[in-house]
């Protein structure tokens, strides 16, 4: 699965320096971090066992180890203008904070900002900085106040290139600035090998006392609204680079369009409906100019494209009181 660059030969379990020629491998260090961490996953996950044992629900954790394993997938939530860059060049790839301010992308940067970043970052070892950070997700929205667009990631390119932390890597900094610190305990780190695992561990008692279903699971994994404090998921940190080819599908949400507009931009899409172009023009600018751009651009690229492409519907605030 994992590949010294050096000699060619495969790495498992995954290490900085390689065990055939002795030279360092190029594996990112939080890949390593993550599998050196494995055996107190497994001890946390002893424990959670024996509790469903206990209980006489064995059977349920094998079924949600099962479930999780078959529905884990990762998405990123970025802002449309970036994702239509990615999807206008196969060799464009996803940028971080750290690959912007060695552009000098971004004006007035505040530098406590980049500073904690730089502190995280480090929880991820050497190639912290070239990490771009994601979430694990079943399939939701995503973390909606990083970017209207949720894009998913194809399980196969990135299986070996993902690592996972329990929760946002920015809730383990403790304090205010600038006396701040960072404490990461053991056993919170995952692999893709191992994600099912940490998210039941995470979750095992929420999952004991709750009906559960596929939505309901998901919501449990994944919550956020736009306030990003209040988010909660499973982080997801993966190694670059993240270009057009690594792609799954894209989920597009906008609170202020109302849901029948959503769906018949939806039929529009995957034409199932009859309307004519210029008739959606004229429907969309009449509710938002800025969501007629985004729908256009996406259209003009994404149709040629195989990537499968949703509008979501979401009442807004007011609608659904
Ligand atoms: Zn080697």
Redesign the pocket.
Known sequence: MWK??????S?NPPSDI??????P?AIYSNIVFASEDEPELKNRFSKCEAEYQNTGKKHYCDELIKFLEENISVSINMRPESLINILSDPRIRYVNLHDNIRAKAIENLDSRIIAKRLMVDSVFGIDGDKINYGALNLGTIGLISYGKCCVFLKNEEISNRVSFLEENSFSYVKGSWPSINLSIPYGIRALWHTVAILTLVKHHKEFLSSKLNKEVISNMILFSEVNRKSDRYIEAQICPPIILSTIDKVLYYETEIPPEMARLVNSYYKSKTSIKKKDLIKLCASIDEEYLGDLLSFESKIKKLDIEFEVVEIASKESSL
Do not use: A, L, N, Q
């Open positions: 010294c660059k050096e000699c060619g030969d790495i390689c065990t055939i020629c002795g030279k491998t």
